[in-house]
């Protein structure tokens, strides 16, 4: 059975940067950060990562981490509602 883990709108810095921001919450859904793993979409299959980012944002109250994965050949434009499903350990965006 397939199972939506991440469905959201494409921010104006992903879509520059080609990464998808991973909410804390959801990283419990993913491979541990810095493992690598496949996710496909429509043009292929590709290796990836969760990307961990420490950082002292100027509004948050102590230094945290902000995590995030890059898909090279997954193009996205900012307000592109993108997901992630994971069925049986795969992973797919679309």
């Known amino acids: 059975m397939m199972s ?3 469905m959201k709108r494409v921010s104006q810095k992903e ?3 080609g ?3 991973i909410h804390p919450l959801k990283l ?4 541990k950060a810095g493992e690598e793993f496949a996710i496909k979409f429509s043009k292929g299959e590709e290796k990836t990562r ?3 980012v420490r950082c002292n944002c100027t509004d948050a109250p102590k230094e945290h981490a902000h995590h995030y994965l890059t898909i090279k ?4 434009n900012k307000g592109d509602v993108v997901q992630i499903k994971k069925t049986e350990g795969k ?3 679309e």
Do not use: H, R, S, W
């Not at 419990?28 to 491979?31: E, L, N, V």
């Not at 050949?73 to 996205?76: A, D, E, N, S, V």
């Open 15 to 17: 879509a520059e940067n």
């Open 73 to 76: 050949g997954f193009k996205m």
């Open 28 to 31: 419990k859904d993913f491979p």
């Open 50 to 52: 969760i990307q961990e």
């Open 4 to 6: 939506t883990i991440i």
């Open 91 to 93: 992973y797919l965006i």
């Open 19 to 21: 990464l998808v921001f």
